[in-house]
């Protein structure tokens, strides 16, 4: 099977790619613009292998993208390429309307003309995945209840809102033009390889670095934590078992307060990383509260029980044993972080700019 990946150096999508090559026999072209978040240093350990390659290109170039399905004849087409920090939408949203919705409309485009032009069988079992973010569906209010395929979209930030939007027009093109989509809704990734300015691996950065681990409000937002690996496996049987036509919401069971999780990376730190930077006696004593992010969602949890019962998926990882492995991980490939950290991001939180120079 051929699978074209766009957005393979980023987070997720490097990840489904090492998985790919490593777990299958399945051959990939990885198409990624390479903005900030994309990496192939992520990628560097199977770059040489034959059934792998990678090419730069913006999705939003259909000419470009067209000549590519032309050429690489591929079975499926696995859409992860995306603005997906909430933080930087906040400060600039233009480049998430950008890519999220015109780079997918015009990704949809360049698919349809592809898919049209395939004899049977090919034509029949061609699929488009499209890769989304449970953000679409707003917040949850209150302990109770979860996210799943039915739950009313009400994105909050610009990056959920441009999400949302993808996710209309990949539904669009499947009911107007028959084009064979499937859609996955994921909760908050985490893991090896993860860009520092998200949660998890800016915690670790910044107290091994002795700078102020930045909460927003009081913490007491929840998210359910899936890891990345797990996401991958997931995202695989979808494209390859999922039905046309269908939603997918994928979670890691994994419900934790922002507050609890930036604790749990302290202690791992005290027992894994126990010389402390200068001038400090414990990680927990870096916490900072700092002002909330505008329009702050208060708690996600996602409902997996669809891609469990039919497509037999379910998490392998707990969040103690993969925040565990991310930590080790993260204090065993500090060379590949300072790489990413090479000027343009320092480990600060974005889309509050009254805190930027505290935190930087």
């Known amino acids: 099977m051929r699978i074209l990946v766009t957005g393979g150096a980023g987070f997720i999508g490097s990840a489904l790619i090492r998985h790919l ?12 613009k390479l903005t900030y978040a994309g990496n192939l240093q992520s990628l560097q350990r199977i770059a040489d292998n034959p059934r792998y390659e990678f090419v730069q290109a913006d999705i939003a170039d259909q000419v470009s993208v067209s000549a590519l399905l032309a050429r690489f004849q591929p079975h499926a087409i ?19 309307i950008y890519t999220n919705i015109v780079g997918t409309y015009s990704l949809l485009e360049a698919a349809r003309g592809y898919w049209s032009s395939l004899e049977k069988p090919a034509r ?41 939007a993808a996710d209309h027009l990949v539904r669009a093109w499947q009911r107007t033009y028959g084009l064979p989509t499937v859609i996955s809704n994921c909760s908050n990734n985490y893991g090896p390889y993860h860009f520092p300015e998200k949660l998890i691996p800016l915690m670790i950065l910044n107290a091994l ?27 695989l049987r979808i494209v390859t078992a999922g039905e046309v036509g269908q939603t997918y919401t994928i979670g890691g069971h994994n419900e934790q307060r922002n507050i609890d999780v930036v604790q749990a990376v302290c202690a791992l730190l005290e027992e894994l990383a126990p010389a402390h930077p200068a ?44 925040l565990r492995k991310t930590v080790q991980w993260y204090l065993n490939n500090l060379d590949w972080c300072r790489q990413v950290q090479d000027g343009s991001y320092q480990g600060q939180r974005l889309g509050n700019s009254d805190f930027k120079d505290l935190i930087a």
């Not at 390429?81 to 480049?95: K, L, M, Q, T």
């Not at 949850?140 to 809102?161: I, K, M, Q, R, V």
């Not at 670095?209 to 991958?232: I, M, N, S, T």
């Open 21 to 32: 090559i490593d777990h299958t026999e399945h051959e990939v072209l990885n198409l990624d």
């Open 279 to 322: 001038g400090v006696t414990r990680y927990t004593d870096l916490i900072t509260h700092v002002q909330d992010r505008p329009g702050h969602d208060l708690r996600y949890a996602i409902d997996a029980g669809r891609i469990e019962r039919e497509l037999g998926w379910v998490p392998q990882e707990t969040f103690a044993s993969g």
């Open 209 to 235: 670095a002795g700078k102020p681990l930045a909460v927003y409000g009081d913490g007491q937002q929840v998210r359910d934590w899936l890891y990345v690996e797990d996401h991958v496996r997931a995202l």
């Open 124 to 164: 029949d079992t061609f699929r488009f995945h499209h890769v989304s973010t449970d953000e679409v569906f707003g917040d949850l209010h209150g302990p109770d209840g979860l996210f799943d395929e039915n739950t009313p979209y009400a994105p909050s930030s610009p990056y959920s809102a441009s999400k949302a």
């Open 78 to 96: 696995m859409h992860l390429a995306a603005e997906s920090h909430v933080d930087r939408s906040i400060d600039g949203p233009a480049d998430f």
